[in-house]
Structures are given as C-alpha cells and as structure tokens.
C-alpha cells in the first residue's frame, strides 16, 4: 500500500437509489451538496464522486433509481466551492462519448478546478441506455479498450494524435486540456477482465458488488503494479457518531483486504449532520492510519 489509505466520500444526492438514500435527500439541493463538500475539503478527505446515467428507462429507474446528477456540471460547480478534495467520475460511460469529448469537456474541467480530476470510467451495463442513445451494446468492451488508450493520447495534449481500431485522429487542436500531465483513470467493475484493463490501461480499479473474499481472490491471482489505486467500497452507511466501533473495523477491513482509498457512504440525518459525521469519521479514522490531506 502507498502509505496509509485514503477516504472518499461518495456524495450524497447525486444519487438516489430506492433502496439506500435517505429521507432528507429527497429534497436537497446543490446547497447542500457544495457545503458537504466544502466540509470534506477542510477535513481532508481524498475525494468526491458522482455517476453518470443520461436517461434510465422508467421501469428500471423504479428498481435502481432514476436520479443521477451531470457530473460535469456538478463538479464545475463544487470546484468552484473547493480547493483541494478531487473530483471524481463514478463512473462515466465510455460507450457514451468519444474520446476527443471527454478530453475537452473533462480536461476543461481539470484546468478549472486546479489539476483535481480523477476519471473513473466503466464499460457499461445498461443495454437499454445504449440503445437510448443509438451507442453500440456488442462488443463495448474492445472499443472501451480502445478509448482508454486513446484517452491516454488526448486528455493532457493540445495536438493529439491517436490511431486505433475504433478511434483515429490526428492534425487537431485540444485547448483547454487538462492541467495534469497524467490524469488518473480509474477502472470500474466486478470481473477479473476489469481488473486486467485497470492494470494494463489505467491507474486503479473500483469495483463493485463484490464480497472481500471475492476481491481478495481476484487480486492474488492479478497482483496489482505498486503505483495503483485500490478503491473498495465500505458497503453500508458509515455511522461514525452512533455506532463508531462498526465504522472502525469496517475500514479496518478494506484496509486489510489491500485498499489504497476507502470510498465511504455515510449515515445523516441532513447535510449540517452530514458534516458532524465527517468529523467524527476523521477522529476516529486517524488511529487505524488512514492519511487525510
């Protein structure tokens, strides 16, 4: 592990899935995300997330969740209101865009918010959304390979130049582009493939829905580079002020099980609760050597 691990905060509101938000988030607005925010950047904390979903057909968004904020303009916004957290994409659809997109409109966004963009970015799984958006569903995986390497050309270059089975480009003009010379591309999944294209393209690797048994036997059998970010999720709301003991050796767990960065639901009754319990989380964080900035 480099050094101790991380937390991020995976944002309130943004979201909203049935089956886990909670009650005030219903009818919070961006004043109440950009002062969670601001919170978890005086605090330290590593980073923010929100997810991208362009428009859920209604039958699956009352199972899943229909709500799914812009991430662009959500971090445009909270960059403004932040000055050190990062901003992380959790995760865009790389089915969804071309490569030249996400650099310029996401490399805007690095160059504006100071070099604090993390991208994390996933194949897809939602075939009625790509079909929403006429994007191919078969073989996304081969072209999201692609894209990644062509992001790689892109995102940090004002004269790109990239050729590669489902992308080519050459003779164009970025600018903005992205202030970070390396802009770090975190891999989404549940598979061992996902964990295969975050070592071989990217700079870490969140997955999802899985067990700690299951993660820790994907990543014995594909040992990850020393550099690479391993972000687990802690599962259910952190409580830290009611039930503190749980949230210590929940993070205990993911520390163990090989996580570079936490990335943490918490438990609130609003977002003024929101904050208290990003304090508590802290103090109590500190002694199993989890770093804040």
């Not at 909670?22 to 919070?28: I, L, N, P, Q, T």
């Not at 078969?138 to 050309?153: F, V």
């Not at 295969?196 to 036997?217: K, T």
């Amino acid at each position: 592990m480099k050094g101790g691990m991380q937390i991020g905060i995976v944002t309130p509101v943004l979201i909203q899935h049935p089956a886990v938000r909670a009650d005030w988030e219903v009818g919070a607005g961006i004043d109440e995300v950009a002062s969670i925010a601001e919170a978890a950047d005086r605090l330290g904390y590593h980073h923010l997330t929100c997810s991208e979903h362009v428009a859920v057909p209604a039958p699956i968004a009352a199972e899943r969740g229909g709500t799914y904020w812009d991430p662009l303009a959500t971090f445009g916004f909270l960059a403004a209101r932040t000055r050190r957290i990062r901003l992380v994409t959790q995760v865009l659809v790389l089915g969804y865009h071309h490569p030249l997109e996400i650099a310029k409109r996401y490399g805007t966004l690095d160059r504006i918010s100071g070099g604090r963009l993390t991208l994390g970015l996933g194949v897809g799984s939602l075939r009625e959304e790509f079909d929403l958006l006429d994007a191919p569903f078969e073989g996304r995986g081969p072209r999201a390979d692609d894209a990644l390497r062509a992001l790689r050309a892109c995102l940090s270059r004002p004269r790109p130049e990239y050729h590669g089975e489902f992308y080519d480009f050459a003779d164009v003009v970025v600018e903005p582009h992205a202030q970070q010379p390396r802009v770090p591309l975190w891999i989404g999944g549940r598979t061992a493939r996902s964990l295969r294209r975050a070592i071989e393209l990217g700079d870490g690797w969140v997955p999802f829905g899985l067990s700690l048994p299951d993660l820790a036997d994907l990543l014995a059998k594909a040992p990850v580079p020393a550099d690479m970010e391993v972000v687990l999720s802690a599962g259910r709301p952190l409580d830290p002020t009611g039930s503190p003991d749980a949230a210590a050796r929940a993070l205990t767990r993911l520390r163990d099980a090989g996580a570079t960065i936490a990335s943490a639901s918490i438990a609130a009754t609003g977002a003024a609760h929101y904050g208290e319990q990003l304090e508590a989380l802290k103090e109590l964080a500190a002694p199993l050597g989890v770093e804040f900035s």
